[in-house]
T-cell receptor, first 115, second 115 residues
């Protein structure tokens, strides 16, 4: 069975602080994909990043960075120098190669950046 | 610019009514999905479709049905709406081929209230 855990329900930071959103996943499949989505107040989920299980290289995109560690089954997301526009709900999701086409989502982390 | 649209942003219905939620994508995607989003539960898959007239149950199909008569359109049907179906409904689509690899694109969501 697949499972994604986002233990942080809500996080508040002051603008310009760094913040890390945690994601821990469970799967027995050796081939899988991990995703992060952002859901701003408008409601539409926006794709941020995809990682496959064979690529443990960390990635940086502007103020965003992702740390994928298979040893701890984690795929954490860090926002550097947070801004008010980063306020949203962030979802981590898992997709396995052998299963159906759907994503298994975590319960989300609501990030509030205070000006 | 990829686009997934949903027929309504907000909908209010009465218990026992038949409810249709429509989703249209303009990306020529084979795969389409319906999720519901509830606080503390993240997104849960209701149904998905990988081709016209094809459908597969997701994790919580009870009380719902779907229709896919055309490639671009995927409808979610609540045969007899109940108050526990009050939720945010999100439609998504993705391209085929290396299906497991491709991210899903989401619509803006329909917030359904059943009175």
């Amino acid at each position: 069975a697949q499972k994604v855990t986002q233990a942080q329900t809500e996080i508040s930071v002051v603008e310009k602080e760094d913040v890390t959103l945690d994601c821990v996943y469970e799967t027995r499949d050796t081939t899988y994909y991990l995703f992060w989505y952002k859901q701003p107040p408008s409601g539409e989920l926006v794709f941020l990043i995809r990682r496959n299980s064979f690529d443990e290289q960390n990635e940086i995109s502007g103020r965003y960075s992702w740390n994928f560690q298979k040893s701890t089954s984690s795929f954490n997301f860090t926002i550097t120098a947070s801004q008010v526009v980063d306020s949203a709900v962030y979802f981590c999701a898992l997709k396995v190669w052998s299963g159906a086409n759907n994503l298994f989502f975590g319960t989300g982390t609501r990030l509030t950046v205070i000006p | 610019d990829v686009k997934v649209t949903q027929s309504s942003r907000y909908l209010v219905k009465r218990t026992g009514e038949k409810v249709f939620l429509e989703c249209v994508q303009d990306m020529d995607h084979e795969n389409m999905f319906w999720y519901r989003q509830d606080p503390g539960l993240g997104l849960r898959l209701i149904y998905f479709s990988y081709d016209v007239k094809m459908k597969e149950k997701g994790d919580i199909p009870e009380g719902y049905s779907v229709s896919r008569e055309k490639k671009e359109r995927f409808s979610l049907i609540l045969e007899s709406a109940s108050t526990n179906q009050t939720s945010m409904y999100l439609c998504a689509s993705s391209s085929p081929g290396t299906t497991s690899y491709n991210e899903q694109f989401f619509g803006p969501g329909t917030r359904l209230t059943v009175l």
